[in-house]
């Protein structure tokens, strides 16, 4: 028979979209990311507008707009980003300004060999002044015990 | 031998790129994640000495090393079909984080297409990406559509 983890999370919390800010696309944050993982970004442009790649975004997909989801999972004291999604529905270039939310959608658990972990899934969005969605990053994270895989 | 984008097909793989993230590295993006930031009214869970930037704090977590946000292999995925296909659009990225990648530890990044679709001369491949280490083993693995203009 297998237990039930015990496990504990905010659920007033789901499904709520919290705002999380803005972000202005500077060339300067273009360049540091380019530099930073070993690919400088051609400045060349299309029409005179430069392109902000993938890979930028993802920087600003990240655990600190993720607040409030509280999960907590008795015996997991390592949390761990498992896996992550992300989708540029229009390009975004150099000197836009997106304001971005962030979505705690849901918590499941998956029980193996090595204990029980605790998924805590977010969707973080990106939108324009209009509202218009840009990009959104599906964003997984694993809690479990210390000393096993992730990353 | 690819002679243009146009021709890349179903089966063609990534030229494989060697990467290695380094404590530098790990620092410039952390910093544009605002997770450097020690001045923010809320610091960012990952603010302060993490498995990230310190030692103890990483050996605490049960790992030997400093190790790399796992989506920082994201990037580096996306960068190197960038380098492959330098004018397209990467419309969608996605990636599984198995293993912790270890910084100052060379790594390949390697991926296969294995969809090709055109509609009114537009390009779409979908891609599978991978993260291979010295071992053989994939620490990461995911998939990406690119697009390619006419």
């Known amino acids: 028979m297998t237990e039930k983890p015990n496990i504990t999370y905010n659920e007033q919390m789901l499904n709520v979209e919290q705002e999380a800010g803005s972000v202005v696309f500077t060339e300067e944050i273009i360049s540091d990311y380019g530099n930073a993982i070993g690919h400088p970004q051609d400045k060349s442009g299309v029409q005179g507008k430069i392109e902000v790649p993938i890979?930028?975004?993802?920087?600003f997909f990240n655990r600190s707009v993720q607040k409030g989801a509280n999960v907590e999972l008795e015996g997991a004291t390592v949390g761990l980003n498992a896996g992550r999604s992300v989708e540029m529905f229009e390009k975004i270039f150099i000197g836009d300004k997106l304001n971005r939310s962030a979505i705690f959608k849901e918590v499941y658990t998956k029980t193996g060999r090595s204990g029980t972990m605790a998924f805590e899934v977010w969707e973080?969005?990106?939108?324009?002044?209009?509202?218009?969605?840009?990009?959104?990053?599906?964003?997984?994270?694993?809690?479990?015990?210390?000393?096993?895989a992730g990353g | 031998m690819i002679i243009s984008y146009s021709e890349i097909d179903v089966g063609d793989e990534l030229p494989l790129m060697k990467w290695t993230p380094n404590a530098n590295m790990v620092k410039v993006l952390m910093n544009?994640?605002?997770?450097?930031?020690?001045?923010?009214?809320?610091?960012?869970?990952?603010?302060?000495?993490?498995?990230?930037?310190?030692?103890a704090s990483?050996?605490?977590?049960?790992?030997?090393?400093?190790?790399?946000?796992?989506?920082?292999?994201?990037?580096?995925?996306?960068?190197?079909?960038?380098?492959?296909?330098?004018?397209?659009?990467?419309?969608?990225l996605d990636c599984v984080f198995r293993q912790p990648l270890i910084q100052d530890v060379e790594v390949q990044i390697g991926g296969v297409v294995t969809d090709r679709q055109v509609e009114d001369g537009e390009i779409t491949l979908e891609l599978d990406l991978y993260i291979v280490r010295d071992d053989g083993q994939r620490p990461q693995g995911g998939t990406a559509i690119v697009r390619i203009s006419k």
């Open chain 1, 55 to 59: 890979g930028v975004l993802n920087a």
């Open chain 2, 32 to 55: 544009l994640s605002g997770w450097m930031d020690e001045s923010e009214t809320t610091l960012s869970p990952m603010s302060g000495p993490n498995r990230f930037t310190d030692l």
């Open chain 1, 124 to 148: 973080i969005l990106f939108k324009d002044s209009s509202g218009k969605l840009m990009a959104r990053a599906t964003d997984s994270m694993v809690y479990r015990a210390p000393g096993k």
């Open chain 2, 58 to 92: 990483a050996q605490k977590e049960g790992f030997a090393k400093l190790i790399v946000p796992g989506n920082y292999g994201m990037m580096a995925m996306a960068s190197a079909v960038e380098k492959w296909i330098p004018k397209s659009f990467m419309s969608k």
